[in-house]
């Protein structure tokens, strides 16, 4: 929950909501997945790291405590490789398959 302050100052789960609106951006990637392969909505941070992104519907303060916590690197069973153009797995399942 925010507090006050962090009402007053524009910060939500310790991130500057210009900060997390900047360093966070959603893209569509097909994902395999154990089912099978499917189009779902990723998110690339700091240009560099991609992860799977499952709150799809969530809007607002909460959908930016979601993106900061993938700032903070709370959400790395997320995260993804993009081993072909448009083509991710994700990246602790990959290593333990191999």
């Known amino acids: ?8 100052a ?4 310790g991130f500057k909501k210009m900060d ?8 569509y990637k097909h994902v395999i997945e154990k089912d099978g392969e ?3 909505v990723c998110l690339l941070v700091d240009s560099g790291k991609l992860y799977r992104f499952p709150y ?3 809007k607002g303060i909460r959908g930016l405590e979601i993106k900061a916590r993938f700032l903070r690197g ?5 995260r ?4 072909q153009p448009g083509l991710c797995r994700y ?7 191999v």
Do not use: S
């Not at 997390?20 to 893209?27: G, L, S």
């Not at 709370?74 to 997320?78: R, S, T, W």
């Open 1 to 8: 929950m925010r507090g006050p302050i962090d009402v007053l």
């Open 10 to 13: 524009g910060t939500v789960g």
């Open 20 to 27: 997390i609106a900047r360093r966070t951006v959603p893209c």
């Open 38 to 40: 499917r189009l779902a």
């Open 56 to 58: 799809e519907t969530t």
């Open 74 to 78: 709370e959400m790395e069973h997320l």
């Open 80 to 83: 993804l490789r993009e081993f």
């Open 91 to 97: 990246v602790e399942r990959a290593d333990q398959a």
